[in-house]
């Protein structure tokens, strides 16, 4: 595909799905996956997956984050800057016309009512975000990190133990199984 026409291609699709998404990172991203892997076949499901897990463990908006880590993994660092722009005009351009109305948006009952509904629609969508990427984890047979999901939530809600510990407890665990991976590839190559 002609260079043009794959970043207006990354841009439509991350100011579309920006555009007509509600509810944050969590939402956006299972329709990143359909955009991206099934639909386009950019990238593939389990790398997917690894993009979501890293831009949820980077700082900042996690829809920004995996446009942020689509864009280049698609485009490289041009990419990144025309999905981030596509990430992030819709939001700009919908805060900017409420801003105006502000007043006449917050006294409206029947707005009031529209976000309301989407709250439910909101967490509908995030019920089934974890349903389908829990299930691809653990049907690939990475069970390893389905036990470490339940502890972790078990340490945090259960035992309150602090968040920065657990990431870097985790970040620790994931370098010393990807070290062990490694090693045994080499073995395995050298046998």
Known sequence: METKKKYGKLFLSTFQLSAFTFGGGFVI?????????????WIEEDEMMDLTAIAQSSPGAIAVN?????????AGITGALVTVCGTILPPLIIISIISFFYAAFRDNAVVNMVMMGMQAGVAAVICDVVITLGGNVLKNGKWVAGVMLAAVFVAVRVFQVNIILIILICGLIGAGMTWWKLNRKKGEEKA
């Not at 991203?29 to 076949?41: A, E, Y």
């Not at 995996?66 to 698609?74: C, D, K, P, Q, T």
């Open 66 to 74: 995996a446009s942020i880590l689509v864009g280049y993994r698609v």
């Open 29 to 41: 991203i299972p329709l990143m996956r359909k955009k991206f892997v099934d639909q386009l076949h």
